[in-house]
């Protein structure tokens, strides 16, 4: 797998699990104040959410590289 094959496993992985934790852990503010829209969150956690996925994501990106490295799933034929 060359280096260019790998980022885009990595970023096809790192958006795909982003997109899935985007509504794990959000509240509802009670009492918004005026003008902020009722079902908008009231802490979203992006920059936790932004660290696990890159985890995940670079996990994933390696167990990737290390099967197309094996030869177990040619990329390639």
């Known amino acids: 797998m060359s280096f260019i094959s790998l980022i885009i496993v990595f970023t096809l992985f790192w958006w795909l699990i982003f997109f899935s934790l985007l509504p794990l852990g959000l509240k509802k503010e009670n009492n918004p104040p005026k003008g902020h829209d009722r ?15 890159t985890l995940i994501a670079f996990i994933l990106s390696a167990f990737a590289y290390w099967i197309a490295e094996n030869n177990w799933i040619s990329l390639w034929t």
């Not at 079902?39 to 996925?53: D, R």
């Open 39 to 53: 079902g908008a969150p009231a802490s979203h956690g992006l920059g936790m959410k932004s660290l696990i996925t």
